[in-house]
């Protein structure tokens, strides 16, 4: 490692000492190729990554493709109707069998020499390889990665001799237990390219400091930037923060209580995932890297089951269209702006800055990068 990688690693090292400076990452931190192919893997090698959710992968033969920092993933729903997870390089000569996107399929064949593979990676013929006696087709399958659905929920994992998600989660599984996360149903979804490093999008995710200056007219009627903000962050690579609504929400259908009527809650779970639930609606969004400085935003937003009862597929599909835009019309506030920084962070006047009080999770975003980046091999979580 270079000695300005170094420097660079034990700046961010330095959230997780006893007094944490409240300082944004170094303008480095979102340019330095040094540091992405360390997060590559030491963070994205190793963590759970919210990808999709169960609706998007309802039916065997459903599947979702997309890269994971620089790593292609493939995650089907199999005709045992589990969840399988691989790498979609053919074994063969390296040919993705699948473009990145999402889809129906039975299996995947190669583009290239047709090698046709299973919904759960097993090779299922070859062509033309029978005198190859060195080549053992039954031994032959697409890499095996970890795969687990946390209450509709699904996250891939590289490594797949890693730990269990679920246990990590039982904190934040109490706290969401009124919104009655099995029952919620996706009714719009969304994939977006924004031109940035993936740590924009997602400090800019654990603070609403910015509702201000990015939503004026959209978010801050509700959620204003000045809202009360406060922070629980003693679930090993996972937090919660609430912000204090506008009005309170008034359900319909799920048991919430004063303080859930009261507040956004936003659950963070590290590196890239999110779930902000206000009243009856709950938005899911992951920020995934796609290179150092192009983010991949999947999202969407789900309401509980019982509201859609008695809709016509026309109702559903205006409901879908309305999310959508909606959606559309936020990420392009922060899209905007996120790009805007990201064109500064080569300045020789980029510096870091000093935080708000109304940042916190910011700072614990900082804190379990430190964590990940500075874990030896084989620590997962690490201890907090
Ligand atoms: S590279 Fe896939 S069949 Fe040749
Ligand atoms: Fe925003």
């Avoid at 169960?54 to 199999?78: C, F, H, K, M, N």
């Avoid at 109707?81 to 691989?86: D, R």
């Avoid at 060195?134 to 699904?154: I, K, Q, T, Y």
Wanted: hydrophobic fraction near 40%; charged fraction near 25%.
């Amino acid at each position: 490692m270079s000695p300005e990688a170094s420097e660079l690693l034990a700046e961010i090292g330095g959230y997780l000492t006893e007094d944490p400076p409240a300082l944004s990452l170094p303008p480095r931190a979102f340019a330095s190729d040094e540091l992405y192919e360390l997060e590559r893997h030491k963070v994205f090698g190793r963590s759970w990554v919210l990808i999709a959710h169960t609706d998007q992968l309802s039916t065997p033969g459903d599947y979702v493709s997309l890269t994971i920092a620089d790593e292609l993933v493939l995650v089907t729903r199999g005709k045992d109707g589990g969840l399988h997870a691989m790498s979609p390089i053919c074994r063969h000569r390296m040919m993705p069998v699948v473009d990145t996107g999402a889809g129906h399929t039975d299996r995947f064949t190669c583009p290239y020499h047709l090698w046709r593979y299973g919904l759960d990676g097993k090779l299922i013929g070859a062509t033309y390889m029978r005198r190859n006696e060195a080549f053992d087709p039954a031994a032959c399958r697409l890499p095996a990665f970890a795969v687990e659905e946390w209450h509709g929920f699904v996250f891939v994992n590289l490594d797949d001799t890693v730990e269990a998600l679920a246990p990590h989660l039982s904190r934040i599984e109490n706290d969401l237990v009124n919104y009655r996360l099995d029952e919620m149903v996706l009714v719009g979804e969304w994939v977006e390219e924004w031109h940035c490093n993936w740590k924009i999008a997602v400090e800019n995710a654990h603070e609403n400091y910015h509702v201000m200056g990015f939503h004026p007219e959209t978010l801050e009627p509700s959620t204003p930037g000045r809202s009360d903000t406060d922070l629980r962050d003693d679930t090993p690579w996972a937090l919660r923060f609430r912000i204090r609504l506008t009005e309170p929400q008034q359900p319909t259908v799920l048991p919430l209580d004063d303080d859930e009527k009261a507040h956004l809650y936003d659950f963070f779970v590290f590196p890239t995932g999110s779930l902000a639930a206000a009243g009856e609606t709950l938005i899911w969004l992951s920020m995934i890297p796609l290179s150092i400085d192009r983010t991949q935003v999947r999202g969407g937003m789900l309401v509980p089951g019982a509201q859609l009862q008695g809709m016509s597929e026309a109702e559903l599909k205006e409901m879908r269209e309305g999310v959508e835009s909606y959606a559309a019309m936020i990420n392009a506030e922060d899209r905007r702006g996120l790009e805007a920084v990201q064109r500064s962070v080569g300045s020789r006047f980029a510096a870091r800055g000093h935080l708000s009080p109304k940042e916190p999770a910011v700072i614990s975003f900082y804190q379990n990068l430190a964590r990940a980046l500075l874990r030896s091999d084989g620590e997962w979580p690490g201890a907090l």
